[in-house]
């Protein structure tokens, strides 16, 4: 029984030696994994499992899924002990960069090292940078306008700092400040007028409650 398969040639290759050369050399290159879209398929710490999303082809044009790419290292904005990191999620889309050299000993050392074996653009030395072709609007959004102005939407932003926070300029909410859960601040309150009248007169009880409510209204507590 004969079976018909069919090649990545053509005989527009067998036309001559230089085609044939030419041949040759796109069936190399075709095997150098360079750059292509990939999705999340599994989450690690600061790895990620993911499937290229460009198939594959047989010679009669027909699509082949990849296989997974495993522990490929995520792309953070580093400097030091400081770092600006977004976990990947699973259905993420974003992009495999793969390296000339075996990267293996350097994931491993965390520093310059001999290649772990000679191969090259292989599948196994990719590095992940997200953020390509999104499937859904962001609700969580770090935003800088074109006048540099800075905007944060997100359902909860916490903050764990070892030290101080230090604003400098005005502070605007439209709800409350809390402590441990508990309100210290909200809203403006009403005015209050200072104690006036009254058959009853303590002079030194009505000052004092008059530098209460100037310092209330002082620190807008009151209007």
């Not at 990849?66 to 030091?80: K, M, S």
């Not at 609700?139 to 926070?165: F, M």
């Amino acid at each position: 029984m004969t079976e018909n398969v069919t090649g990545f040639g053509s005989l527009a290759y067998a036309q001559d030696d230089m085609s044939l050369m030419r041949f040759i050399a796109r069936q190399e290159m075709n095997g150098l994994a360079t750059t292509t879209l990939v999705e999340v398929v599994a989450v690690d710490s600061d790895t990620v499992d993911v499937k290229p999303l460009v198939k594959q082809i047989d010679g009669a044009g027909s699509g082949i899924d990849h296989g997974i790419i495993h522990g490929l290292p995520v792309h953070a904005i580093r400097a030091g002990a400081a770092v600006i990191g977004i976990t990947p999620r699973v259905g993420d889309i974003g992009a495999a960069l793969f390296c000339h050299s075996d990267i293996s000993s350097v994931k491993a050392n965390k520093a310059a090292s001999v290649p772990g074996s000679g191969r090259r653009y292989d599948w196994s030395d990719g590095l992940y940078i997200g953020g390509f072709l999104p499937k859904a609007a962001p609700t969580t959004i770090i935003e800088i306008d074109a006048n540099d102005n800075v905007s944060i939407t997100a359902p909860k932003v916490k903050l764990a700092v070892t030290d101080a926070v230090e604003i400098t300029g005005p502070v605007t909410t439209d709800t409350e400040y809390r402590v441990d859960g508990t309100k210290v601040v909200g809203a403006r309150g009403a005015a209050i007028t200072d104690p006036t009248g009254g058959s009853t007169i303590d002079t030194e009880a009505r000052t004092a409650i008059g530098s209460i409510l100037s310092a209330l209204r002082a620190h807008g507590l009151i209007a």
